[in-house]
């Protein structure tokens, strides 16, 4: 039996994701946070994980290097991927908006935005038919308003208190963002059984943690 590869991104979802196979019944003995090891296996299940950049996972889903792939909502819409989105995982809950300083006014003819998300500022403000320039920055984008490089900034908020540390504060909510279980098209179809089954048992626990918090 041939294994079925997950891509994970490095980071904040890969102990949530891990716990979630846990609990279907796969487990990688081998794995702990502070491994430098890139691939575990459970050799029972045949179920592979990699752990790769979060913004690469699309990559390795849409070139068939792996089947199937976990990643924020984010950095799947940005990423434009030609894949499957199955499961709305329900963790790593966090939002887009549309921050800048106090009093900023939005409809002005033309808004300047910073943003390390091009595609979701120019999806969103196209939507409202808003008029934008967008500068694309790769960090620290609160920084923009403040200097005046830009007039807003779009970004991912969680707690907020990076923004308050830096005098801005939230102008617009743009979306909720979740961890998504994405797949492989020819993966799906190739594998089909086995990757149904497997969303099932994920579904399933995900529900069950669901019902739970209500």
């Not at 799947?76 to 009093?103: H, K, Q, T, W």
Request: charge should be neutral; charged fraction near 25%.
């Amino acid at each position: 039996m041939k294994y079925i590869t997950f891509a994970l991104g490095k980071g904040r979802l890969v102990n949530n994701t891990i716990n979630l196979l846990n609990e279907i019944g796969i487990e990688f003995p081998e794995y702990h946070e502070n491994s430098r090891k890139l691939i575990f296996e459970d050799e029972v299940n045949k179920i592979r994980i990699v752990l790769v950049k979060a913004s690469d996972v699309a990559v390795y889903l849409e070139r068939g290097a792996a089947d199937i792939g976990v990643i924020g909502k984010d950095t799947l819409i940005e990423s434009g991927a030609n894949v499957y989105e199955m499961v709305d995982l329900g963790f790593g809950r966090c939002r887009f908006a549309v921050a800048g300083l106090p009093g900023t006014d939005l409809n002005k003819k033309r808004l300047v935005v910073a943003s390390k998300y091009p595609t979701v500022t120019k999806q969103f403000f196209a939507k409202k038919g808003q008029l934008i320039d967008t500068i694309h920055l790769n960090g620290s984008v609160e920084l923009a308003p403040l200097v005046g490089l830009s007039d807003c900034i779009v970004d991912i908020v969680e707690t907020g208190r990076t923004l308050k540390d830096n005098g801005l504060v939230v102008l617009e909510d743009i979306c909720e963002i979740t961890a998504r279980l994405i797949v492989n098209k020819a993966s799906f179809k190739t594998k089909n059984q086995r990757i149904n089954d497997l969303i099932q048992q994920i579904e399933a626990s995900v529900s069950k943690k669901g019902d739970l918090v209500r």
